[in-house]
């Protein structure tokens, strides 16, 4: 087979028909997904040569989570005039489009045009897929999912070229989370094995090679236990902010078409490599939600589901050419743009994030309080009105009252407001992860203070006390965990 | 002779289907918090007063502003209003006649739409489109949310007429040319708006049809300087009829676009263009058009509108799709696609920020008053474009190709119904917060909403409250409008109501001398006309000037020393009689014509 990408109209079609997925990152904004502001946060702190590890983007030592690709993409459309949240967008969009080019160019030449028009348009619709932007809201997966298609298109290359593609494919894999290459390069080897033969024996066996260190890989990144997926998670349909993880109708359809293939006469000669991603898609499912995860979190086997998506809608399509038909392809199309409407409307903001948080709370249990903004006014009377807006990062488990204090030039606390958000309606606990959450606090002053004042805040547990450690802040801090608000 | 009718099961598969989206209109109560609700319940109201008082074409609304009235049918195309109150003469109450007119709307427009995608690609094609065209978000929207009866029954125009006109091109006769002129009369006398944002894209089809046409007869290859008269002869002959067809339409239509387009500019265009209803702060975002957001807000600046402009997730998949199977197979009428894809672009493109360069430079584009409007384009043509996919393909083309089935199409129906399902919501109430229809709740709704409150040039000040909205508030009947409050002192000026209608006043009038003037709590408009009549005959004397006084721009008529009768009265002004004889003579055309026709047809059957 000639190693060429070549041009027909449905290249356009398939970025056309993902218009519906770009479509919430032409929002001016930033979307209130559970990473929050991290990623924008994260690629501020990358051009300002601050590691990246506070934010959960560990590059060494940490292998499981993001390395610095996304991020270093996301710093060239900086360079290039974008805001740090439109730079998130854009490294998300091109994931988007990178991926959905990838599966057709991957199908098209295994399985024709018009399978490989179904396959990646199912790809760019695949719950898991659109979720990593619009509920999770990270940024390495987003890239990861973008760059598999083109590993298994890389995979199917004979030759040197084959081999540079997919060495170069996966370098940036392990570029953009490390220890999803882990996991991918066993099904790429098993791949490249079966597609291997009459290539060469050492191509295979190095190949298989490679795939076993890849496991170990994938060992020592599972030995760490964490949380599973809760299976019913993946079955269940809820809104996509609170589970994510859902497979969606997308990926089960796909099963079932490539099943059927499977168990179809005429796709003989395919079977094994139809077995091979039922399988990868099946493992990935049941990994997710019966392996802890750890340094990998234990959904990242959801990306060799979805990455099985198109081969198995390509290979369905190809079994069945009736599916091929303009009316019956179109109406497929539809229906999976069609299933994956919840999880485009992802709700949004509009604040400005600025260049950092202004300070960052955090409990044991891993869940941090994030200040964005402040502002302080003082009305005629000399009442002060401080609004806050926070967001949360991860579940934050414990119900923390927030305390201000208006501190005098001797340092004597002049006033307080000790009390949970917005007057006790908005727990902390009941905080999703990423959401932006307003809270005013007035403090009325006593005559004759004068000088001037200074107001801090922190936050603590009120069953004993105790003040929820400060981790990071750009805000005067102290070391009993307040920060010190700017008044004007 | 008796032609037997044939039943089209696709057609009534597609009018079957609909009821759902009949669904909200059929529950008991009505949508009173839809944008504008209650404006067409009250449009019909006063359209109703009028005919009450033996008005049969009313120009002036009375109740309008807290009751100094305003020329809304003069501007505003009153068809929907008129079916409206035909439903009303019936027995439906005002509110039942208005859901009529929705669900008239509803169907109809499922019906024209078959009607014109059937023409073009046959009759799959024709029961998608038409699907697909009912169950448009921005159809939904129309009715559920923005409650905006005449453009809803526009939507039903707009297939009505590119039909009328692709036939007058296809199939030139003189029952194609009426077709296409009264439908396009009747887009005029629904929507002005819409009729003035559609006709380019009319004109530009009927260009691309006539071109197509001229050029299949004569190829330029084959031009020379002798073909040229041909050509022109040609031309004329495929030109001709819909262009004859676009005259009878105008026609048909004069008595009301001509006074509308001569006298919209007596009418303050502030309040529809400026403050919240500045363009610029109404245009779409892509991720509005083509995300899934629904509600039942208000549009407002920026990106957070608490309502919908998507154009469907399900219609542009499938038009997409077509287009591309259109153009990779040779599939009959594939060139309407293409037209029909430009329009959606174009319309997309009017609706988005990176139009706004062509809102500033070309006034036509701010017809639409909304970028958003251009919907009602986008949405048309969508549906035509995804009908297009179940077009055979042509005769001449490979053998492997086969027609789209039965339940090709049956199933991409149902598709499109599923993707509108969840957005056939009404948030009906029983009664609104002003109360039940009546004068009073009127004035209620207009103090509390600042709708309805349209003024004239002669305006300065809106008014917020009246002393007719006083009396009616209270239950009192408005017996005069006369200003009593404004009469000197002193006997200098006597005055005394004889009689009253929406539309006149007679009053008699003691002056001692010339400078005394009655003052009405009546808007000025050009039409209104001021005559003093003898006290026992009642003659008239003379007409007098009127003068407006006041920030409400309120009416005054100086009046001549002694006794007299004052009469006040709306009547038409040139224009409008010019409009009214255009349209009487077009009627009269088409119906000689048609019986010319009719007896042709007998004289050549014998």
């Given at each position: 087979?000639?190693?060429?990408?070549?041009?027909?109209?449905?290249?356009?079609?398939?970025?056309?028909?993902?218009?519906?997925?770009?479509?919430?990152?032409?929002?001016?904004?930033?979307?209130?997904?559970?990473?929050?502001?991290?990623?924008?946060?994260?690629?501020?702190?990358?051009?300002?040569?601050?590691?990246?590890?506070?934010?959960?983007?560990?590059?060494?030592?940490?292998?499981?989570?993001?390395?610095?690709?996304?991020?270093?993409?996301?710093?060239?459309?900086?360079?290039?005039g974008?805001?740090?949240?439109?730079?998130?967008?854009?490294?998300?969009?091109?994931?988007?489009?990178?991926?959905?080019?990838?599966?057709?160019?991957?199908?098209?030449?295994?399985?024709?045009?018009?399978?490989?028009?179904?396959g990646?348009?199912?790809?760019?619709?695949?719950?898991?897929?659109?979720?990593?932007?619009?509920?999770?809201?990270?940024?390495?997966?987003?890239?990861?999912?973008?760059?598999?298609?083109?590993?298994?298109?890389?995979?199917?290359?004979?030759?040197?070229?084959?081999?540079?593609?997919?060495?170069?494919?996966?370098?940036?894999?392990?570029?953009?989370?490390?220890?999803?290459?882990?996991?991918?390069?066993?099904?790429?080897?098993?791949?490249?094995?079966?597609?291997?033969?009459?290539?060469?024996?050492?191509?295979?066996?190095?190949?298989?090679?490679?795939?076993?260190?890849?496991?170990?890989?994938?060992?020592?990144?599972?030995?760490?236990?964490?949380?599973?997926?809760?299976?019913?998670?993946?079955?269940?349909?809820?809104?996509?902010?609170?589970?994510?993880?859902?497979?969606?109708?997308?990926?089960?359809?796909?099963?079932?078409?490539?099943?059927?293939?499977?168990?179809?006469?005429?796709?003989?000669?395919?079977?094994?490599?139809?077995?091979?991603?039922?399988?990868?898609?099946?493992?990935?499912?049941?990994?997710?939600?019966?392996?802890p995860?750890?340094?990998?979190?234990?959904?990242?086997?959801?990306?060799?589901?979805a990455?099985?998506?198109?081969?198995?809608?390509?290979?369905?399509?190809?079994?069945?050419?009736?599916?091929?038909?303009?009316?019956?392809?179109?109406?497929?199309l539809?229906?999976?743009?069609?299933?994956?409407?919840?999880?485009?409307k992802?709700?949004?903001?509009?604040?400005?994030?600025?260049?950092?948080?202004?300070?960052?709370?955090?409990?044991?249990?891993?869940?941090?309080?994030?200040?964005?903004?402040?502002?302080?006014?003082?009305?005629?009377?000399?009442?002060?009105?401080?609004?806050?807006?926070?967001?949360?990062?991860?579940r934050?488990?414990?119900?923390?009252?927030?305390?201000?204090?208006?501190?005098?030039?001797?340092?004597?606390?002049?006033?307080?407001?000790?009390?949970?958000?917005?007057?006790?309606?908005?727990?902390?606990?009941?905080?999703?992860s990423?959401?932006?959450?307003?809270?005013?606090?007035?403090?009325?002053?006593?005559?004759?203070?004068?000088g001037?004042?200074?107001?801090?805040?922190?936050?603590?547990?009120?069953?004993?006390?105790?003040?929820?450690?400060?981790?990071?802040?750009?805000?005067?801090?102290?070391?009993?965990?307040?920060?010190?608000?700017?008044?004007? | 002779?008796?032609?037997?009718?044939?039943?089209?099961?696709?057609?009534?598969?597609?009018?079957?289907?609909?009821?759902?989206?009949?669904?909200?209109?059929?529950?008991?109560?009505?949508?009173?918090?839809?944008?504008?609700?209650?404006?067409?319940?009250?449009?019909?109201?006063?359209?109703?007063?009028?005919?009450?008082?033996?008005?049969?074409?009313?120009?002036w609304?009375?109740?309008?502003?807290?009751?100094?009235?305003?020329?809304?049918?003069?501007?505003?195309?009153?068809?929907?209003?008129?079916?409206?109150?035909?439903?009303?003469?019936?027995?439906?109450?005002?509110?039942?006649?208005?859901?009529?007119?929705?669900?008239?709307?509803?169907?109809?427009?499922?019906c024209?739409?078959?009607?014109?995608?059937?023409?073009?690609?046959?009759?799959?094609?024709?029961?998608?489109?038409?699907?697909?065209?009912?169950?448009?978000?921005?159809?939904?929207?129309?009715?559920?949310?923005?409650?905006?009866?005449?453009?809803?029954?526009?939507?039903?125009?707009?297939?009505?007429?590119?039909?009328?006109?692709?036939e007058?091109?296809?199939?030139?006769?003189?029952?194609?040319?009426?077709?296409?002129?009264?439908?396009?009369?009747?887009?005029?006398?629904?929507?002005?708006?819409?009729?003035?944002?559609?006709?380019?894209?009319?004109?530009?089809?009927?260009?691309?049809?006539?071109?197509?046409?001229?050029?299949?007869?004569?190829?330029?290859?084959?031009?020379?300087?002798?073909?040229?008269?041909?050509?022109?002869?040609?031309?004329?002959?495929?030109?001709?009829?819909?262009?004859?067809?676009?005259?009878?339409?105008?026609?048909?239509?004069?008595?009301?676009?001509?006074?509308?387009?001569?006298?919209?500019?007596?009418?303050?265009?502030?309040?529809?263009?400026?403050?919240?209803?500045?363009?610029?702060?109404?245009?779409v975002?892509?991720?509005?058009?083509?995300?899934?957001?629904?509600?039942?807000?208000?549009?407002?600046?920026?990106?957070?509108?608490?309502?919908?402009?998507?154009?469907?997730?399900?219609?542009?998949?499938?038009?997409?799709?077509?287009?591309?199977?259109?153009?990779?197979q040779?599939?009959?009428?594939?060139?309407?696609?293409?037209?029909?894809?430009?329009?959606?672009?174009?319309?997309?493109?009017?609706?988005t920020?990176?139009?706004?360069?062509?809102?500033?430079?070309?006034?036509?584009?701010?017809?639409a008053?909304f970028?958003?409007?251009?919907?009602?384009?986008?949405?048309?043509?969508?549906?035509?474009?995804?009908?297009?996919?179940?077009?055979?393909?042509?005769?001449?083309?490979?053998?492997?190709?086969?027609?789209?089935?039965?339940?090709?199409?049956?199933f991409?129906?149902?598709?499109?119904?599923?993707?509108?399902?969840?957005?056939?919501?009404?948030?009906?109430?029983?009664?609104?917060?002003?109360?039940?229809?009546?004068?009073?709740?009127?004035?209620?709704?207009?103090?509390?909403?600042?709708?309805?409150?349209?003024?004239?040039?002669?305006?300065k000040?809106?008014?917020?409250?009246?002393?007719?909205?006083?009396?009616?508030?209270?239950?009192?009947?408005?017996?005069?409008?006369?200003?009593?409050?404004a009469?000197?002192?002193?006997?200098?000026?006597?005055?005394?109501?004889?009689?009253m209608?929406?539309?006149h006043?007679?009053?008699?009038?003691y002056?001692?001398?010339?400078?005394?003037?009655?003052?009405?709590?009546?808007?000025?408009?050009?039409?209104?006309?001021?005559?003093?009549?003898?006290?026992?005959t009642?003659?008239?004397?003379?007409?007098?000037?009127?003068?407006?006084?006041?920030?409400?721009?309120?009416?005054?008529?100086?009046?001549?020393?002694?006794?007299?009768?004052?009469?006040?009265?709306?009547?038409?002004?040139?224009?409008?009689?010019?409009?009214?004889?255009?349209?009487?003579?077009?009627?009269?055309?088409?119906?000689?014509?048609?019986?010319?026709?009719l007896?042709l047809?007998?004289?050549?059957?014998?």
């Amino acid at each position: 087979m000639e190693a060429h990408l070549r041009m027909d109209a449905n290249w356009l079609l398939v970025l056309l028909l993902a218009g519906f997925a770009l479509a919430p990152l032409t929002y001016p904004g930033f979307v209130q997904a559970w990473q929050g502001f991290a990623p924008a946060y994260a690629l501020q702190d990358l051009r300002a040569g601050l590691p990246l590890g506070f934010w959960g983007v560990a590059w060494p030592p940490h292998a499981g989570a993001e390395g610095p690709l996304p991020y270093l993409l996301s710093a060239a459309w900086m360079a290039l005039g974008a805001s740090p949240v439109a730079a998130v967008r854009w490294t998300w969009a091109v994931g988007l489009l990178l991926g959905a080019l990838g599966a057709y160019a991957w199908l098209r030449e295994r399985w024709g045009p018009m399978p490989a028009l179904l396959g990646a348009v199912a790809y760019t619709y695949t719950p898991y897929h659109l979720n990593a932007l619009y509920a999770r809201g990270v940024a390495g997966e987003a890239l990861a999912l973008g760059l598999l298609p083109w590993l298994g298109w890389a995979a199917a290359r004979p030759g040197w070229k084959g081999l540079l593609a997919l060495a170069l494919g996966l370098g940036a894999l392990v570029l953009t989370v490390p220890g999803l290459a882990f996991l991918a390069a066993w099904p790429l080897a098993a791949l490249v094995a079966l597609q291997g033969r009459g290539r060469g024996r050492g191509w295979a066996w190095g190949m298989l090679l490679l795939g076993a260190l890849a496991g170990a890989g994938s060992a020592w990144t599972l030995a760490h236990a964490g949380e599973t997926v809760p299976f019913h998670a993946l079955l269940a349909v809820r809104e996509p902010l609170a589970n994510p993880w859902t497979l969606g109708l997308i990926p089960v359809a796909a099963w079932f078409g490539g099943g059927a293939a499977w168990l179809a006469p005429a796709m003989e000669p395919q079977r094994r490599e139809v077995g091979l991603w039922l399988g990868t898609s099946v493992l990935g499912a049941l990994a997710a939600a019966l392996w802890p995860g750890g340094l990998l979190p234990s959904w990242t086997p959801l990306s060799l589901t979805a990455w099985a998506v198109p081969p198995l809608v390509g290979v369905a399509a190809a079994a069945w050419p009736s599916l091929t038909r303009p009316e019956v392809a179109a109406g497929a199309l539809a229906l999976m743009v069609l299933a994956a409407q919840p999880t485009l409307k992802p709700p949004f903001t509009r604040l400005d994030p600025g260049p950092a948080p202004l300070a960052v709370w955090q409990e044991p249990g891993g869940g941090r309080l994030a200040l964005l903004q402040q502002e302080v006014g003082r009305d005629a009377e000399g009442t002060l009105h401080l609004d806050l807006t926070w967001q949360a990062w991860g579940r934050v488990q414990g119900d923390y009252t927030l305390f201000v204090h208006l501190v005098g030039e001797d340092g004597r606390i002049l006033a307080q407001d000790d009390a949970q958000p917005q007057g006790g309606k908005r727990l902390t606990s009941g905080w999703r992860s990423g959401e932006i959450v307003p809270d005013a606090r007035t403090l009325p002053l006593s005559q004759g203070v004068s000088g001037p004042l200074r107001l801090a805040v922190g936050w603590y547990l009120p069953q004993t006390g105790e003040r929820l450690p400060l981790v990071r802040a750009s805000l005067p801090a102290e070391p009993d965990h307040r920060v010190w608000l700017h008044v004007p | 002779m008796c032609r037997r009718v044939r039943v089209d099961g696709l057609l009534l598969l597609a009018l079957g289907l609909s009821l759902f989206a009949l669904g909200p209109l059929l529950q008991p109560g009505y949508f009173w918090g839809a944008h504008d609700a209650r404006h067409h319940v009250y449009f019909l109201f006063e359209w109703d007063r009028s005919v009450q008082e033996g008005i049969l074409w009313p120009r002036w609304s009375p109740d309008f502003c807290f009751g100094y009235g305003y020329p809304f049918f003069n501007i505003y195309g009153p068809l929907a209003t008129m079916i409206g109150e035909a439903f009303h003469l019936l027995g439906a109450d005002y509110v039942t006649a208005v859901k009529m007119v929705f669900a008239l709307a509803i169907l109809a427009g499922a019906c024209t739409m078959y009607g014109f995608a059937r023409r073009l690609w046959g009759p799959r094609a024709g029961f998608l489109a038409s699907v697909a065209y009912t169950y448009a978000p921005y159809h939904i929207l129309d009715v559920y949310v923005r409650a905006a009866l005449p453009e809803t029954l526009s939507l039903a125009f707009l297939p009505l007429v590119l039909w009328g006109f692709y036939e007058a091109v296809a199939r030139p006769r003189l029952g194609a040319v009426l077709w296409a002129g009264a439908a396009y009369a009747g887009l005029m006398l629904t929507s002005n708006a819409i009729a003035l944002m559609f006709t380019p894209v009319l004109a530009l089809y009927l260009a691309a049809l006539v071109l197509h046409r001229v050029l299949r007869d004569q190829p330029p290859r084959a031009w020379s300087r002798e073909s040229a008269l041909p050509l022109a002869g040609n031309l004329l002959h495929v030109g001709g009829p819909p262009l004859l067809g676009l005259l009878v339409g105008l026609g048909l239509s004069a008595i009301f676009w001509l006074p509308a387009a001569a006298e919209f500019r007596y009418v303050r265009t502030d309040q529809w263009y400026a403050g919240r209803y500045d363009y610029r702060d109404d245009f779409v975002y892509p991720f509005q058009l083509l995300g899934p957001y629904w509600g039942f807000g208000t549009s407002v600046a920026g990106p957070d509108d608490e309502v919908s402009f998507q154009m469907g997730a399900v219609p542009a998949v499938l038009g997409t799709v077509a287009l591309a199977a259109g153009a990779r197979q040779r599939r009959r009428g594939f060139g309407h696609a293409l037209f029909f894809a430009a329009v959606a672009a174009g319309s997309a493109f009017l609706m988005t920020w990176a139009s706004a360069p062509l809102w500033e430079a070309l006034s036509p584009v701010r017809f639409a008053q909304f970028p958003w409007r251009y919907q009602t384009l986008l949405a048309p043509a969508l549906s035509l474009l995804a009908g297009s996919l179940l077009a055979p393909p042509e005769p001449a083309s490979a053998p492997a190709q086969r027609e789209p089935g039965l339940a090709a199409a049956l199933f991409l129906g149902l598709l499109v119904l599923l993707g509108s399902y969840p957005y056939l919501q009404a948030q009906v109430v029983d009664e609104p917060k002003e109360g039940p229809v009546s004068l009073a709740a009127l004035m209620r709704f207009q103090q509390w909403s600042d709708e309805m409150t349209g003024a004239t040039i002669w305006t300065k000040e809106i008014p917020r409250w009246s002393p007719m909205a006083d009396l009616h508030v209270a239950g009192q009947p408005v017996t005069t409008l006369v200003d009593y409050a404004a009469i000197p002192p002193g006997g200098v000026l006597g005055v005394h109501s004889l009689e009253m209608s929406s539309i006149h006043e007679k009053v008699w009038v003691y002056a001692a001398d010339d400078r005394q003037e009655v003052i009405f709590y009546r808007f000025y408009y050009p039409g209104w006309h001021a005559y003093i009549l003898d006290e026992h005959t009642e003659e008239v004397l003379t007409e007098v000037p009127i003068h407006t006084v006041g920030p409400e721009g309120r009416m005054a008529v100086r009046v001549p020393q002694g006794r007299h009768i004052l009469l006040l009265r709306f009547e038409d002004t040139p224009v409008r009689r010019a409009g009214k004889a255009l349209s009487a003579a077009t009627v009269l055309a088409v119906l000689l014509l048609g019986a010319a026709r009719l007896l042709l047809r007998r004289g050549g059957a014998r």
